[in-house]
């Protein structure tokens, strides 16, 4: 039995001085007690109406102007007045110091349990996940983020605010397709950033003219070559990259831009498959800390209750035929899984052991910190969801297939559908298949200088037309020679989409 | 370690731009809500914000996304009944995502928000100006603009010029050590030369002369201050008077017995718009309300709006008042002089004449714009028709409409005072 302590506050009134002294004390026993790595932390104290602007500018401290964000702050203030959501955890920055906001309104269990949530999970995620080590940097993200923003204003200044607009909105379309997957950024920081820029724009006009290049006598050899060599001549996943690098027509600022949107997307690309892990991790470790705090008589009682109102909020899972259900929710899943974890270290069943002899019974506090470090979503749920969980969510597949005017129920929570569910959820979690598949098939630089694009359908699965129009009239844009896009099932071209559309072309 | 910080006094609105950007976009929407809204109000009501609703889809952000059809597999939390193998028909819609439209609830398809009541009024008045505003005079008491005045030698500690301050220290030290110093440099290279000589009791008393010499010197050297308070610089600033445009605005009402209660509401509510608008968009304009029957009276808001006094119609009554006020009180080469008069057009028959040469010789040559709205649902009454030639003679300074209805009050106004090619920007 540990000796019960002095309650570091009985109210819940909160002021600057008992901010330190619940961060120290969180501080403490989340490094000396649980060895969690931490990038230094800058919390910072803002109102509720700064909270919207965080959220609007999908957490980025300093963003360029575009007026997307600010229908997002519409949007969020419309949620915020209509009490359907609450600003609470959430906007924690990776960046080095990690940068998370709390919101004067709160009380200060509220406080705790955000400085818990964001300042010690999150920050700790981030630290050490290998996604994020590798592909972004966060001792340069707000140095970038400032290049950005100015850079962008100097260009508005320059060629106008509608021109800026217009190439933001074209990039942002194309922006789920601005990843490289595999190939790792380097960092810099925004001087050297600056210079680079200029040494870009230089050499990158005259790469480009160089491609284009069509008189036969400027490129001599040019009619000696094999002619149907494709370019590129391995379809290319990043579509922005490929534009910048390729569009025969932008200028230099536009190119930047189309970098500047890539960038960005690449900086996100970790958070947005690391979604389960990183809730789940961050909501362990509130919940483990703030329990850690209340053994040692730091808190009381009814700072317990609060925070433990609060946390089964987050962390409530509507079944899927409630009317608030709106998918798995990402808080739930895995703080289930991580305490899982926990709950098969510390007290392994016969099932545990027979489904995971690696971890039954290791130390919960080495095993958990490699799961964190080592995996993101897809492979996270593939590797620990156990048949535990499974059976707690009820967790169950349907199958949609629009040649059966049935659904049919593929696999539910028991021994025969374990291992269905794990494999279905984790592919559910792996963007290259929730996301449509397609990449840069062919520019014709020896023609029309068209751009074709290929969809690879998955499972059949078509595009949502409309939408996708709407994309290529945004790719249209960027590219302004005649683009495609072709459906390709089975190895075979099903459906083509062209921009302007193909009423006067008789060749395709 | 962690930094607490308070950012809670800096940076509200850092979304302000964004905002207004959005509104920027959407301006066409906004446009035509903002148009309808003021027809369904009430006058007095405009100082409010209003909601605007725009259809979801004109706001898309286009991504690449599956569509319907196909075959996938996705797994639901919370199973009650289903058993592997059961087949269950497709819920209506044929969305196999289930419930992921209705936690939004009604918001789906409209995306709406509210306009803050100044955001409202610059949609309504955007893109209207006076016409003609060009006079510009210099006046002392109201509009200034600071500008950079030099550099002084007293002044507020915020607006120390630390360049021009060092400079000053940096002269000072020299002047005030220069005599010093080039003493010390001939004792360093006396003391050199003792050094090198053979020693001898008379040099060795010098030398130690020289040492202690050397040391009185260099304290005194140190003792000159880096920074004096007679070194310091300050920006100075002066304001300098800026020209301002001044103008009037004299509005004529006709409160005459042929002015039905309606349709005295209807140029009422004209009035207000043209007060709102003024109040908002030119801060130094006189309003001077008039209102007549048979004889025309100066009088302030309250009674202009709110008076129910009446009597016939002699409408030239009120053009006289007005040139006497113009004589009296705004003389025409530091005014910008505008009118707007608002009429059923029920005049005497021979007033009409009078009424056309008063504007003509008198009214017309010292304003920059005369408007004239003709309430009258019918056809027209004596005054449009002379009114219309004057019309034809002056095409920059004199514009006539006709109100119906309540409908056409904002069309009018927005018509009447749509910013011109030539109107400089206000």
New interface residues.
Partial sequence: MKQRRQPLSTTSEWN?EL??RY?EEI?RIAHDVFQLDTY????????S??M??AY??VGMPVGY???????Q???V??RYRRGQMGLAYEIVINAN?CIAYLM?ENTMAMQALVIAHA?YGHNSFFKGNYLFQTWTDASAIIDYLVFARRYIAQCEERHG?EHV?RML?SC??L???GVDRYKRPYPVSAETERLRQQEREDALQQQVSELWKTFPEMQPDIRRRVPIERYPAEPQENLLYFIEKNAPLLEPWQREIVRIVRKMAQYFYPQRQTKVMNEGWASFWHYTLLHELYNEGLVTDGFMFEVLQSHSQVIY????????????NPY?LGFAMFRDIRRICEAPTAEDRHWFPDIAGSNWRETLTFAMQSFKDESFIQQFLSPAVIRD???????????D??????????E??YRA?RQ??S??YNLSIS??N?QVYQADVRGDRSLTLQ?I?H???????D??A??MR?LYRLWQFDVHLESVQDGRVVERLSIPPPAAEGSA | MSFIVDRRLNGRNKSTINRQRFLRRYRDHIREAVDSAVNQRSIRDMERGERIVIPRKDLSEPQFQHGPGGRRTIVHPGNREFQRGDRIARPQGGDGQGGQASNQGEGLDEFAFQLDPREFLNFLFEGLALPNLVKRQLRGESSYRVVHGGITSEGNPSRINIVRSMRQASMRRRALGAANRRQLKELLAEQAQLLQQEQSPPRQARLAELTEEIARRQRRAERIPFLDTVDLRYNHTVRQPVPVSRAVMFCLMDVSGSMGQNMKELAKRFFLLLYLFLQRNYKQTDVVFIRHHTSAKEVDEEEFFYSRETGGTIVSSALKLTSEIIRERYPEHEWNIYAAQASDGDNWNDDSPTCVRILREELLPKMQYFAYVEIMPRRHQALWESYSLLQQQHPNAFALQQIDGPGDIYPVFRELFRQRMEAPAS
């Fill in positions: 600057f901010l330190q961060d501080a230094p932390n800058q919390i910072e104290v803002i109102s109406e700064q919207m602007d609007a500018s102007h575009h007026w997307s964000f600010g229908k702050f519409v949007e203030e419309n110091p004067e300042c605010v607009e909105d942002h379309a922006m789920n397709y899972q509507p079944p899927f035929d409630s009317p608030f259900y709106n998918g798995i739930a969510m009820k967790l169950f597949a349907v199958l949609d297939d629009d040649t005017d049935h659904l049919a129920i593929d696999a539910i929570h028991d025969a559908g569910v279905l959820l592919e559910q996301e449509p397609i969809h359908r499972d059949r699965r078509p595009l949502a037309r939408q996708a709407d994309v945004h």
